[in-house]
T-cell receptor, first 110, second 114 residues
């Protein structure tokens, strides 16, 4: 079956440093989604990428979808303590099902 | 518009008992998904219901079951509880139109098995 892998599992940065998490799928994806889960919270949808090579920005967050539509990345510029949480990527495995990556937990030291 | 609601927020059971968790999707969403998230771990897919039918299930034993009602709300039942069933159980719903499968999550039910 489809596998979605994320690296790193965990990253600890100083506030102001940049952060990147990578997502790789074993199969080509029609789209990829990113979710954020704050400590003690539930996953919240961030963005969906659909086109090959697509790049989208949300303030300090930059999302990329690979040319082959099998990988994606999330880059945060100048992290803040509000960025703390676990970031999940997810790819569709059927009409409406999703396979979630294992997540990258980000810790930001003030 | 109300989001996905789950009840109860917390549930404490003892080993061998049964637990029932409930989920109400966002109005207009017909798909409901259940996930298990053990402490500090990722989302493990449990079940997917759409239009009242079970469409897919993850790699969990049969004692994890559920159903979806005509109003699209859903129930997750866990029989013969084991200690390792202690986790956050998340429900999500998605819109039925087009090919969008963005999932909206509820706050979860934290199940503790003693």
């Amino acid at each position: 079956g489809q596998q979605v892998m994320q690296i790193p599992q965990y990253q600890h940065v100083q506030e102001g440093e940049d952060f990147t998490t990578y997502c790789n799928s074993s199969t080509t994806l029609s789209n990829i989604q990113w979710y954020k889960q704050r400590p003690g919270g539930h996953p919240v949808f961030l963005i969906q990428l659909v086109k090959s090579g697509e790049v989208k920005k949300q303030k300090r967050l930059t999302f990329q979808f690979g040319e082959a539509k099998k990988n994606s990345s999330l880059h945060i510029t100048a992290t803040q303590t509000t960025d703390v949480g676990t970031y999940f990527c997810a790819g569709p495995t059927g009409r409406r099902a999703l396979t979630f990556g294992s997540g990258t937990r980000l810790q930001v030291q003030p | 518009e109300a989001g996905v609601t789950q009840s109860p927020t917390h549930l404490i059971k003892t080993r061998g008992q049964q637990a029932t968790l409930r989920c109400s999707p966002i109005s207009g969403h017909t798909s409901v998904y259940w996930y298990q998230q053990a402490l500090g771990l990722g989302l493990q897919f449990l079940l997917w219901y759409d239009e009242g039918e079970e469409r897919n299930r993850g790699n969990f034993p049969p004692r994890f079951s559920g159903r979806q009602f005509p109003n699209y709300s859903s129930e997750l039942n866990v029989n013969a509880l084991e200690l390792e069933d202690s986790a956050l159980y998340l429900c999500a719903s998605s819109f039925s139109g087009g090919n969008k499968n963005i999932q909206y999550f509820g706050a979860g039910t934290r199940l503790s098995v003693l």
